[in-house]
C-alpha cells in the first residue's frame, strides 16, 4: 500500500544535513552573545549555562519557524527570556546541610568585580520598561528600531525608555553612600 522510494530518504536526509548545518552556523554565530545575556540577566555562571543551553534546544526543535536569518538574534533572545522565566515556573529550593558546605576566599577577585557589581545592582532596580531596553542597546548594541521590533513599541517610545534609563542610572550611581547616617 505505501511504497517507500529511495529518493523520499535522500531527500530527508539532504533536509536533516541542512537543518544540521543552519543550527550549527546560528549556534557559532550567536552563542558568544547569548551566553553574555544570559550571565547578565541570571549571575550565576553554571545556570546561565544551563539556560543557555536550553535556549538552543528549543531553537532546534523550532529553528524551521525562524523565517529571517537577520531575526536570529532577536528570536534567541526571546527563547531565552521565557527560558529563565520557567525556571522560576519549576523552582526548587535545594537544602543544604551547611556542614557540607565549603566556603573559599575570593577577596581578590572580588574587588575587581565590584564596579561591575556595583553597576549591575543600580541596573537591576530599574524599572523593568527602562532595564529591558537598555540592556539589548548595552550588551547587544541593538538600535532603537531593533529594540523597538524585539519589544513590540514604538521607536520613540524606546529612545524615551533608554533616555530616561540612562538618566536614573547616571543619578542612581552618582548618590554618595551615606553610612551610619540613620544611627544619628
Known amino acids: 500500500m505505501f511504497k517507500r522510494n529511495k529518493n523520499d530518504k535522500v531527500t530527508v536526509l539532504s533536509d536533516v544535513m541542512k537543518k544540521q548545518q543552519r543550527y550549527e552556523s546560528l549556534v557559532r554565530a550567536l552563542h558568544t552573545d547569548i551566553y553574555r545575556y544570559a550571565y547578565w540577566l541570571i549571575g550565576n555562571k553554571a545556570i546561565a549555562e ?6 538552543f534546544l528549543r531553537a532546534w526543535r523550532s529553528l524551521d519557524s525562524l ?3 537577520k531575526a536570529a ?3 534567541l533572545i526571546t527563547i531565552l527570556r521565557r527560558e529563565n522565566a520557567r525556571r522560576f515556573e519549576r523552582k526548587q529550593f535545594d537544602l543544604v546541610d551547611i556542614d557540607d558546605v565549603h566556603v573559599e576566599d575570593h ?3 572580588l574587588e575587581a568585580s565590584h564596579t561591575n557589581d556595583e553597576v549591575r545592582k543600580h541596573i537591576s532596580k530599574l524599572d ?3 532595564r529591558d531596553p537598555l540592556m539589548l542597546q548595552v550588551i547587544f548594541g541593538f538600535t532603537g528600531e ?3 521590533e ?3 513599541l514604538n521607536k520613540n517610545t524606546v529612545n524615551t525608555r533608554l533616555f530616561r534609563a540612562r538618566s536614573q542610572l547616571k543619578e542612581s550611581l552618582e548618590q554618595p553612600v551615606l553610612r551610619g547616617q540613620a544611627n544619628g
Open 67 to 69: 523565517k529571517d536569518e
Open 50 to 55: 544551563d539556560v543557555v543551553q536550553e535556549t
Open 150 to 152: 524585539q519589544l513590540s
Open 128 to 130: 523593568e520598561e527602562y
Open 107 to 109: 577577596s581578590a577577585s
Open 146 to 148: 531593533e529594540i523597538a
Open 73 to 75: 538574534k532577536s528570536w
